[in-house]
């Protein structure tokens, strides 16, 4: 083989090496629709290969959200930069036919899924189109009947405008080989950053004071749906591992009751199992507070929904070398879907608790 020919395969090894085939990402042992094409087949990559823009994760949601009767794309807003602002609702097909007399009955279990609100957090984004995938593809029976009595609602991109930024930075700076030291180019985001929204607002501060587009178009449907359970999907430092809640107890908003944070730890255990499982390392009550109600995990404890913040540990270009080792898009995506997962088998058992602490919420 010639040498040159060998450095191309091996630069191209590189690109892919840490890019994963959906069944990297999924539980063992499941049955999928083959019908129902993955975000691979529609995409034309690999999770994890590069990060996917605002564009391609609304073509792909509106690809599944037409050709199947158990999902329906609803536009609740619109960015300051023209982007679409997204709910995918999933559920029985009966439930998405009559889905506005669904969203008035409180024996409807909700859940909502929201991802980046941060838009260089973006491997909840990534994971959103998975998540969507995986609900409408499996033919896990729990799952399936779960849905008959439960609405899933998957806000894919929080911040589209903020995404937006992000990964045009980071796609445009990748090399063609995976260069994982963390100070290349596409792990140093310059300013300003994909944080915040078009006007540089943090959209996760906003949650109260609603002072930006995007925020008043969510608040408007989140009070409309009453969701039992928020999920509430971030990253952090690339150096750490995952977080959920409950957070520092000594830090917590004196509104919040007891019986959400009953709640939250009850969920909890799903989330360490599912983890467990996975072989990832985790942590919580730590580091983060559940206080300022203008924060998205803390919002819905003060309005008789389960706020729930999920940190993964961020790998900025792709893949990024930290201290504790290194991290990837693929894990992060791995991560944000299992604990998508692990909220809705958490909510299916504690399906009575979580609908009477609703329904008692505001007596």
């Known amino acids: 083989m010639k040498p040159s020919l060998i450095l191309t395969s091996l630069m191209w090894l590189s690109t892919t090496l840490f890019a994963k085939p959906i069944e990297f990402f999924l539980p063992q042992n499941e049955m999928f629709d ?14 994890g290969q590069k990060h996917l823009r605002h564009d391609q994760i609304v073509s792909y949601l509106s690809i599944l959200a037409s050709s199947r009767p158990e999902a329906k794309l609803i536009d609740y807003g619109q960015t300051n930069e023209g982007r679409r602002l997204l709910l995918l609702a999933i559920s029985s097909a009966e439930n998405i036919r009559n889905l506005e007399q669904v969203k008035q009955d409180e024996n409807v279990l909700k859940i909502w899924n929201g991802f980046s609100v941060h838009g260089n957090e973006a491997s909840g984004a990534n994971a959103s189109v998975l998540y969507a995938w995986y609900l409408l593809a499996t033919n896990n029976p729990s799952v399936k009947n779960q849905l008959k009595n439960t609405v899933v609602l998957i806000d894919p991109v929080i911040n589209p405008d903020g995404l937006a930024r992000f990964t045009s930075y980071v796609n445009n700076h990748r090399s063609l080989s995976t ?11 310059q300013w300003p ?12 501060r906003d ?42 107890p000594s830090r917590k908003n004196p509104l919040i009751s007891d019986k959400n944070v009953e709640l939250t730890n009850k969920l909890a255990q799903f989330h360490a199992k599912a983890l467990d499982a996975a072989g990832q390392l985790y942590f919580q009550q730590e580091n983060f507070d559940d206080f300022y109600p203008g924060k998205g995990s803390t919002y819905p404890d003060l309005q008789g929904s389960v706020g729930i913040l ?16 290194q991290r990837s898009l693929a894990d992060g995506i791995k991560n944000q879907f299992l604990t998508a997962l692990s909220t809705l088998n958490g909510a299916r058992e504690h399906r009575t608790e979580l609908l009477d602490y609703k329904k008692n919420f505001f007596k």
């Not at 260069?179 to 985001?189: F, G, L, R, T």
């Not at 178009?217 to 977080?243: C, N």
């Open 34 to 47: 083959a019908s129902i094409p993955s975000p691979e087949a529609v995409l034309g990559q690999q999770l």
């Open 179 to 189: 260069v994982s030291d963390a100070n290349d180019i596409s792990h140093v985001e």
């Open 193 to 204: 950053s994909g944080r915040t929204n078009h006007y540089w607002f943090d959209l996760n």
């Open 207 to 248: 949650w109260l004071l609603l002072t930006q587009t995007e925020s008043k178009a969510r608040i408007k449907y989140f009070h409309e749906w009453q969701p039992h359970v928020l999920t509430d999907h971030h990253e952090m430092g690339s150096a750490s591992t995952f977080f959920f809640q409950p957070g520092v």
């Open 310 to 325: 999920f940190e993964q540990a961020g790998a900025e270009g792709g893949v990024v070398d930290t201290r504790n080792g």
